[in-house]
Nanobody, 127 residues
Framework: QVQLVESGGGLVQAGGSLRLSCAAS????????MGWFRQAPGKEREFVAA????????????YYQDSVKGRFTISRDNDKNTVNLQMNSLKPEDTAVYYC????????????????WGQGTQVTVSS
């Protein structure tokens, strides 16, 4: 079983950047497809980005919600046992608690498909 801890959240002005990290313990992230989700007050948890467990043609496959494409980048560092989410050009509507998640099979976009979750980190974007 893997334990996940997110960090890197905070308060930033619109147009700014943040880098979220998800540190794993207990198991290696190399064993999992990894995802980032977010939940704003009064809203359901929504998919943000995911990265595959294995490489395809030397690259990990990545997936993004349409609203973050071109602004957010998910990456994994199996040596450091972490998964990161680089967030640029942040908007007030990106404000939410961001969660890291892991699943043993292929990457997915539904929260219910993930088996392990972190506690979340707050991201607040001011206008």
């Amino acid at each position: 079983q893997v334990q996940l801890v997110e960090s890197g959240g905070g308060l930033v002005q619109a147009g700014g950047s943040l880098r979220l990290s998800c540190a794993a313990s207990g198991r290696t992230v190399a064993d999992y497809a990894m995802g980032w989700f977010r939940q704003a007050p009064g809203k359901e948890r929504e998919f943000v980005a995911a990265v595959s467990r294995i490489r395809v043609n030397t690259y990990y496959q990545t997936y993004y919600q349409d609203s973050v494409k071109g602004r957010f980048t998910i990456s994994r560092d199996n040596d450091k046992n972490t998964v990161n989410l680089q967030m640029n050009s942040l908007k007030p509507e990106d404000t939410a608690v961001y969660y890291c998640a892991a699943r043993s099979l292929v990457a997915a976009t539904r929260a219910g498909d993930y088996d392990y979750w972190g506690q979340g980190t707050q991201v607040t974007v001011s206008s």
